[in-house]
């Protein structure tokens, strides 16, 4: 049998075996030189073409972007060298993800270092598998053209997709560097509002190590071994008669933290569709309420506060609660008899007394533990 491994980039690095020529701007054509007889056609395309993938090259043959011979192939089939491929070159969905898209942006606040941004729920931050346009990342590039000079287009930390609030993108290398190191050094202050199924009874700390779920990959959860370390302090903001209004300060930055917290501790986000119950008893008017919040949970992230890179003076930003949680709060509170007169978020907070920072000191956080895995 003839030897088909081309491991050596001797066996096919003589130029006058093969033809190598463009026809078009998104089009290349080949001959099969005759020491690359015998190999897949897959493989023998990843040595032809080394700028392209093995992977991405497997999937242009499967969609028929690979002619041999005027035929379409399989990526198993065997060269016998002499073969004429034709190439249709593809952009990636990685290469097509960075693009300008306009879109419409609550820009909390900007300046030639920062920008921050109020996202809506159901709005992707970074390209993905399944979600290559319409996202933050695309309308950001639309909105600030020189953030395509920035790494990730100067986006720091996330949010998921179906949580709302507040993030901050940076404009310039320096200021990339100096939030990302806050972020490390857990410096950066973020705040979160959320309805929390069933009556939250005490504030405290949630300290555990969250990994991908065992069962379930696509999720996360709180893990005994493998996973990382996870703090979300949780204080409690109003009662009602089957849920709470709580606020939750991130010690730490995990993926889905404060969703895989707040079940861990028996009292998962309303609407929740990953980690939620939503079963969850209650009144007709509130299930309607938490229905009608769709995909999305009831979690804003609702105030953030960094040391600003270049001024080097701590600065803080409020976004107020969208419109779908305030309604379910809304419901909650007539529900529960309380004063329904109060017309906005900012009348909540002069009642509540939960928009001062020095409620988050950290010799308060250790009062009770909602729960600590061991």
């Known amino acids: 049998m003839q030897n088909t491994s081309f491991d050596n980039e001797s066996d096919y690095s003589d130029d006058s075996d093969f033809v190598s020529a ?16 015998g190999g897949r056609l897959d493989a023998v395309l990843a040595k032809l073409l080394p700028d392209y993938s093995r992977s991405r090259l497997t999937s242009w043959i ?32 990685e290469y097509s993800a960075f693009a300008p898209e306009p879109m419409a942006l609550d820009i909390v606040y900007e300046d030639d270092t920062v920008i921050v941004v109020n ?12 979600n290559w346009t319409g996202t933050l990342l695309n309308g950001l590039l639309a909105h600030c053209p ?11 930390h996330r949010l998921d997709k179906e949580t709302s609030g507040l993030m901050v993108v940076a404009k310039t290398l320096p200021a ?18 959320a309805v929390a199924n069933g009556i939250v009874p005490f ?20 893990v005994k071994f493998g996973g990382k370390p996870a703090v979300t302090h949780v204080k409690v903001l109003e009662r009602y008669l089957a849920h709470s209004y709580i606020e939750c300060s991130l010690e730490t930055g995990r993926t889905h933290q404060i969703r895989v917290h707040m079940r861990e501790a028996n009292h998962p986000l309303a609407a929740d569709p990953v980690y939620g119950n939503l079963r969850h008893p ?25 040391v600003h890179p270049e001024s080097g003076e701590t600065v803080s930003f409020e976004a107020p609660i969208p419109n779908d949680i305030y309604h379910l709060l809304s419901v909650l509170r007539l529900e529960a008899g309380l004063d329904s007169s109060l017309d906005n978020e900012e009348e909540w907070q002069d009642k509540l007394g939960a928009d ?3 409620d988050w000191n950290e010799d308060d956080y250790d009062v009770e533990v909602v729960y600590v895995r061991e």
Do not use: W
């Open 282 to 306: 209650c009144s007709e008017p509130v299930k309607e309420a938490v229905k009608s919040l769709g995909a999305r949970q009831a979690l804003h992230a609702y105030r953030l506060s960094f």
């Open 146 to 156: 020189e953030l395509s000079q920035i790494p990730r287009a100067g986006i720091v």
């Open 203 to 222: 504030d405290g700390k949630i300290e555990t190590q969250i990994g991908r779920d065992p069962h379930n990959r696509l999720k996360m959860a709180v």
């Open 22 to 37: 463009p026809e078009t701007e998104n089009c290349i054509c080949l001959t099969v030189p005759p020491k690359l007889a």
């Open 62 to 93: 499967r969609e028929g972007a690979v002619i041999v011979n005027d035929k379409p192939s399989q990526p198993k089939d065997k060269m016998i060298g002499g073969e004429h491929i034709r190439v249709s070159i593809r952009p990636s969905a």
């Open 176 to 193: 990339q560097n100096s939030l990302v190191q806050q972020l490390q050094e857990r410096t950066v202050k973020r705040i979160y509002r």
């Open 119 to 130: 996202k809506p729920a159901g709005l992707v931050v970074h390209p993905a598998a399944g």
């Open 356 to 358: 001062d920072d020095d």
